[in-house]
């Protein structure tokens, strides 16, 4: 059934460092080292019959991530480890493991230095992460895209007066994970040998840099990288046993990016704007829009926001984008209760495709350590050029229990 | 007749009242300046806390969190509230500029996804954590962001304190007033009731358990708020008080709340 960790020699090492050194270690009470992390349940349930003969109706999956971490020199120096895993009832793809974080780092007086695999979030928007670029997406995690792969990197910061820099150099490059043939929501015939424009491959030294600063209500931030795209193409092929296969292409690229936001009472403005150069067509990208926030509604303690949000991709209907020309709308509500209940609705509408995907996600703590969350997708496409096609008989449900320690 | 009778009394009242209205506006104003004199100087703060939350049906959750603060030559402090307990939200930090007259700025590090977020600064009237204190609540006290009034003296736990209403300055206060006793012979805050938008009693705050920390300032142990409307409140039990360790701006900027843990 778990098909990547049918060696019992493996599955006790990882079962060891997934789930008993953690609670072993967690412990010790210690200022200088702690351990913390979780394990987590999920099952998704579909309601439609699979587009693909290979995925299955209901799907289970485990997943741990412990996180280590060690400080000395009086804080000026931290080391931390994170590892994460996931064993998939069906997807061998989504059954992985990734190193989120193992690195050092080191504090100046007024620079910070972060050496090895970490995650950066670039950003300000909320339903899609433009400018964001650091780090590679685990598709395989979540449709959303949130969840990101440990990347390898120099990373110098420094603190100014006029804001903090960031000068990154990136020496390798990860790879995005794809569902398998049985994985769901998927494409089941994406290739794992992604085709690179650099004759570097995998191995093509990346640099990046950003400058962030606030201004009183204003929050700015413009970067610059050059290297491997994240975001790949995927060509479509015909193979010998003469089934379509789509295989990633990582252009080489140089991307300006610039973050807005304006904290203005009850609402928050922002924008993300890019401009890609490559050598297949220079494109320019935006994500906006608007936050509005009430406090204390219906004479309780509960917070309920609103978001508005439009996305923009100069290539049209051609980009390998999702969001090209999309109108997204979407409502947070907290009810600051002690199980910390949140539900988050969202809708996005793709105004060249007419499709529509709509997502719930609902979460309570149970206890001190049980988090629960419900989440459920829908998706409505009757284009063939959408991207969002493929998926149109994916709606789920899903359902996570996670255990904190 | 009575009812006419009234109205003169009342108008009467109003004028004799407007009469000294200035000189209590000026003796709550001189007690808000002494307060915040005798307070200064205490460079950077330190603490561990425990927040006990009650709901109406009795039922407790605590919450574990660290708080620094650091003091700013004429402006508001800046502090970095890291939270410990319950542990899905372990990591999750709060980076806060006050300033006296103007916005607070105001950014929450999400740890899961690795997030920078800047807040917006009118969630002062929010609840902190799903507690009973609001944002604003647990900012820095500066003179300028309230009028005062003078009301009376009057004994708490035995000592005498001034009874002083403040008036938030800021139009986006979750509140319309403050009524604040201070001690007279430390100027601590001992209680505090706060007034919502329709002038309706809202919330009492007691503060208990003063500790004379390195035998200059005093700050108290036990923060006891009170929902009158709800029936809900929380304790905010501090430990491991200490001023003046030596903390500085670096360990208050967007770097430090990325690594706050």
């Known amino acids: ?405 | 007749m009575n009812l006419f009778k009234y109205g003169i009394l009342s108008v009467a009242l109003t004028l004799s009242f407007s009469v000294f209205s200035g000189e209590a506006e000026d003796k709550g104003l001189a007690i808000a300046q002494e307060a915040k004199a005798i307070d200064l100087g205490w460079k950077d703060s330190s603490a561990v806390l425990e927040m006990i939350l009650k709901n109406q049906h009795g039922e407790t959750s605590t919450r574990k969190m660290r708080m620094k603060s650091i003091e700013q030559k004429g402006d508001g402090d800046k502090s970095l509230n890291i939270f410990d307990s319950p542990r899905d939200v372990k990591g999750t930090a709060f980076l806060s500029f006050s300033h006296p007259v103007g916005n607070d700025e105001q950014w929450l590090y999400l740890p899961a996804l690795k997030r920078v977020k800047r807040i917006s600064s009118r969630n002062k009237s929010g609840s902190f954590m799903g507690s009973e204190f609001s944002f604003e609540d647990l900012t820095s006290f500066e003179v300028d962001k309230y009028t005062y009034k003078y009301l009376r003296d009057e004994l708490v736990d035995g000592d005498n304190c001034w009874v002083v209403v403040q008036y938030p300055v800021d139009k986006y206060s979750g509140y319309k007033k403050r009524i604040v006793w201070i001690d007279q012979s430390e100027h601590r805050i001992r209680k505090t009731d706060f007034y919502d938008r329709k002038d309706t009693l809202l919330k009492t705050l007691t503060m208990t358990k003063f500790h004379h920390i390195n035998k200059a300032f005093w700050r108290p142990q036990i923060l006891s708020m009170v929902n009158h409307q709800s029936g809900k409140s929380t304790v905010l039990n501090f430990s491991e008080y200490v001023l003046s360790t030596g903390l500085n701006e670096k360990d208050f900027n967007k770097n430090a709340l990325k690594r706050a843990r």
């Open chain 1, 1 to 405: 059934m778990f098909k990547k960790f049918h060696h019992p020699t493996m599955f006790c090492l990882l079962g060891g460092i997934f789930f008993i050194l953690p609670t072993m270690l967690s412990s010790v009470e210690a200022n200088e080292f702690e351990v913390r992390g979780n394990f987590e349940v999920q099952g998704r349930f579909f309601h439609e019959d699979a587009l693909f003969s290979s995925q299955h109706d209901q799907q289970l999956s485990l997943a741990a991530s412990p996180e280590f971490f060690w400080r000395w020199n009086n804080g000026d120096d931290s080391f931390e480890f994170v590892p994460s895993a996931r064993v998939d009832q069906y997807d061998e793809e989504r059954t992985h493991v990734d190193i989120r974080e193992f690195s050092w780092v080191h504090v100046g007086d007024d620079w910070e230095t972060r050496i090895g695999i970490r995650r950066e979030f670039w950003g300000v928007t909320e339903f899609q992460h433009l400018v964001d670029i650091i780090n590679q997406s685990d598709s395989v995690e979540d449709v959303d895209n949130e969840d990101k792969l440990g990347q390898p990197m120099i990373n110098l910061s420094l603190v100014r007066d006029w804001g903090i820099i960031d000068i990154y150099l990136l020496p390798y490059f990860r790879e995005r994970t794809f569902a398998g043939a049985e994985g769901r929501p998927g494409i089941p015939f994406v290739n794992n040998n992604p085709l690179y424009e650099s004759t570097d491959k995998e191995k093509h030294l990346d640099f990046a840099i950003r400058w962030a600063h606030t201004i009183d209500d204003f929050d700015l931030a413009l970067s610059w990288f050059e290297g491997t795209s994240r975001n790949p193409n995927l060509i479509p092929s015909i193979t010998n046993q003469g089934a379509l296969e789509l295989t990633p292409y990582h252009a080489q690229i140089k991307q300006l990016g610039v973050e807005f936001q304006a904290s203005l009472e009850s609402s928050l403005l922002k924008l993300e704007v890019i401009h890609n150069e490559n050598n297949l067509e220079d494109y320019w990208a935006l994500q906006g829009g608007i936050e509005y926030s009430q406090y204390g509604i219906f004479e309780s303690n509960a917070d309920l926001g609103w978001l508005v949000e439009y996305a923009w991709d100069e290539r049209g209907t051609d980009s390998n984008s999702n969001f090209q020309n999309d109108l997204f709308f979407g409502n947070r509500l907290a009810l600051n209760d002690i199980q910390s209940t949140e539900v988050l609705f969202g809708f996005s509408y793709d105004l060249d495709f007419n499709s529509t995907s709509v997502l719930v996600e609902a979460s309570r703590r149970f206890g001190d350590s049980v988090k629960v969350s419900l989440d459920a997708r829908f998706f409505e496409s009757n284009e063939i050029q959408d991207p969002l096609y493929l998926f149109r008989r994916d709606d789920h449900i899903q359902i996570t229990a996670q255990y904190y320690y």
